[in-house]
């Protein structure tokens, strides 16, 4: 019986090739696995239908599309949103949530096909390649990992030459030259014009973040234990919910990125992202957290914020810390219930409200006016003890004395 191998097919250009060259330089059998996790093919023009045939023009003996955008939404994105997860303060893991959700699928086709193998499109370069093997040894260290992208040497050109000569039908072109992934999340652009760091991205390269809206609005996102369940009053599962906001956050054109980070590989790289949804989001469910945490839980989440977008941007979705760190984070959230209210405007998105039933802002407390419920004469013994430490130290040890004279 020919091996088989099971490769994560996103439709795109490197994984076309690598399903025919898989065939041509090791003599498999390549079953072609897509996972829709909420990225737009239709915006190209295309279906899953289209995807699929693709795949098969390239020689792959099977095809299927998996539906995982509500997994992607409930099981990814909403425990990203409990974490308030940027990596290095500004990008929401948009490729990184999810590529653990094609490895489970990818690995569970593997078993159900009996392959040995899985493959990946990834270069050597990137991050993807990292999340694709790490979290598949973690799921299943027997499965072997295929890179082809690592092997055959060819550059994007002569990926598409590649396509042309096996009659792969494909939507990119030598002078459209971007690398597009794209997610319920967001999505991340790269190469082209835009791998120098001083050219601006072509306005051609935006779709979920065309300015069309020209009034200012505000919407009112619901919370319940840190996951958002309405929109402007009206019920939502999470999928459904992050799409609207997309959609309408998007038209207002706020949630585009640019940036330079850095890779896992050791590497600096410039990236374009769009995230309409996932920044509003995070921002107004930080800004619920404000309103609702105790001081110190608050204090140790932000703490504990970037170890876990660091987690996950380096592939560590399956690993001991990261699961310790969910159980945190999910603890955290049993109060953070209540709804906050964006404005929207040409390119920007803030908070103008905040409310919960279970708010720790106390009125009686914060108020300078006359239904001020704080005792005042408790605050000189308080700050009187607070400073103690300090106080001795600099009358003994700088020798500070009544005149403010002494120290070193």
């Known amino acids: 019986m020919t091996e088989r191998v099971v490769l994560a097919y996103s439709g795109g250009l490197d994984t076309s090739v690598a399903v025919r060259w898989l065939i041509e330089n090791r003599g498999v059998e390549v079953i072609a696995v897509a996972v829709d996790v909420g990225q737009a093919a239709e915006s190209e023009g295309e279906d899953w239908d289209a995807i699929r045939a693709r795949a098969l023009a390239a020689g792959a003996v099977e095809a299927t599309v998996i539906d995982a955008r509500v997994e992607m939404a409930e099981d990814f994105c909403v425990p990203a949103l409990r974490a308030n997860a940027k990596y290095e303060g500004k990008y929401p893991l948009v490729s990184a949530l999810s590529r653990p959700v094609i490895v489970k699928h990818l690995v569970a086709e593997a078993r159900r096909h009996g392959a040995a193998s899985v493959a990946h499109g990834c270069t050597g370069k990137g991050n993807d390649q990292v999340r694709f093997e790490v979290g598949t040894r973690a799921l299943a260290p027997d499965l072997q990992v295929l890179a082809p992208a690592r092997e055959w040497g060819l550059t994007r050109k002569d990926c598409i030459e590649y396509a042309a000569k096996w009659d792969i039908p494909l939507t990119v072109t030598k002078e459209k030259l971007y690398s597009i992934d794209e997610n319920l999340w967001g999505k991340a652009i790269e190469c082209g014009v835009i791998e120098d760091p001083w050219n601006r991205p072509p306005e051609d390269v935006y779709t979920m973040t065309v300015p069309t809206a020209t009034e200012p609005t505000e919407i009112t996102i619901g919370f319940e234990s840190g996951v958002p369940v309405s929109l402007d009053g009206v019920a939502h599962s999470p999928e459904p919910l992050i799409a609207e906001v997309n959609r309408v956050v998007g038209s207002y ?6 940036m330079v980070e850095n890779r896992r590989v050791g590497i600096k790289s ?12 995070l921002l107004a469910h930080a800004d ?25 941007y380096d592939g560590l979705w399956f690993s001991p810390l ?33 409310r919960s039933p279970v708010s720790l802002y106390d ?8 239904s001020d419920t704080f005792r005042h004469q408790d605050a000189e013994g308080f700050v009187r003890l607070w ?21 070193r």
């Open 253 to 258: 054109g706020f949630g585009r990125l640019d």
């Open 270 to 281: 410039r990236e374009t992202y769009e995230c309409p949804g996932a920044l509003a989001l």
């Open 288 to 312: 619920l957290e404000d309103l609702t945490l105790e001081r110190d839980l608050h204090h140790e989440k932000l703490r504990l914020e970037p170890r876990w977008s660091e987690l996950v």
């Open 322 to 354: 990261k699961q310790a760190l969910d159980a945190f984070f999910l603890e955290s959230q049993k109060h953070v219930t209540g709804e906050v209210r964006l404005r929207l405007d040409q390119g920007r998105c803030w908070v103008v409200g905040r």
């Open 363 to 370: 009125h009686g407390l914060a108020t300078y006016d006359a």
């Open 387 to 407: 400073g103690l430490g300090v106080a001795t130290w600099s009358a003994v040890q700088e020798g500070r004395g009544a005149d403010g004279a002494g120290g």
